[in-house]
């Protein structure tokens, strides 16, 4: 896991050298919904939560309407569990790099519509659990490690769309399909076998 993250990176690295003067930037932000897909027979049932999602983006135009898009942004994950009595809310700060193939199809008078897709490397940074049952509210911080909560690295595949109007403003879909398991042995040996982000973000963006 460590040498396909180290590999992503330097893939961005590359590319970002490599890019030249037609590299074209971009800020974007928007709503997420987060969930995720969790293996445990303890759990009757999951929910999404409604977070965010903030990026600075790097695009280069390749041939034939192609274009190479990378990003380094913030964005929330987590779920809301629902296991007997009990509903817990958890809530995970990751920062994001992407690295997406786009397809932009010409609208005249209009802009672009674009599809794309490509893998993603997140790092865990913060987060925190929320628990709730009948008779009390209670709290605490979430650790990323080898040994804690949940592990640091989240691995997985983007499905992207949008349109990007001639004034350079762009209104963004994404769906992040999560495919590294990120529960740890801690996690394990509490029923939860694996643990997977499920990410659908929305939101407006600019292109300088």
């Keep these: ?56 983006i790097a695009e280069k135009p390749l041939k ?43 609208l005249p008078g209009m802009g672009k519509l674009y599809v794309g897709t490509g893998p993603y490397l997140s790092a865990g940074l913060s987060g925190n659990v929320q628990f709730e049952n009948t008779n009390n509210t209670s709290g605490q911080q979430l650790e990323f490690g080898s040994s804690q909560d949940y592990k640091r690295f989240d691995i997985g595949v983007n499905l992207t769309g949008g349109f990007e109007l001639n004034n350079h403003l762009t209104f963004n879909t994404n769906y992040a399909l999560g495919l590294n398991n990120i529960a740890t042995d801690d996690a394990t040996n509490t029923a939860v076998m694996s643990t997977k982000n499920r990410v659908f973000s929305i939101g407006l963006g600019f292109l300088f």
């Design 64 to 106: 034939n309407s192609f274009y190479l898009q990378t990003a380094l942004g913030l964005t929330g994950k987590g779920v809301i569990t629902y296991e007997n009595a009990e509903t817990s809310t958890y809530k995970l700060t990751y920062v994001d790099v992407p690295l997406n193939v786009l397809y932009k199809f010409s």
């Design 1 to 56: 896991m460590k040498k396909l993250a180290l590999l992503m990176i330097l893939s961005v690295l590359v590319c970002g050298r490599s890019l030249g003067q037609d590299l074209q930037f971009g800020i974007r932000a928007g709503l997420s919904f987060a969930s995720q897909s969790i293996s445990n027979p303890d759990i009757i049932s999951t929910n999404s939560i409604t977070t965010y999602n903030l990026s600075i």
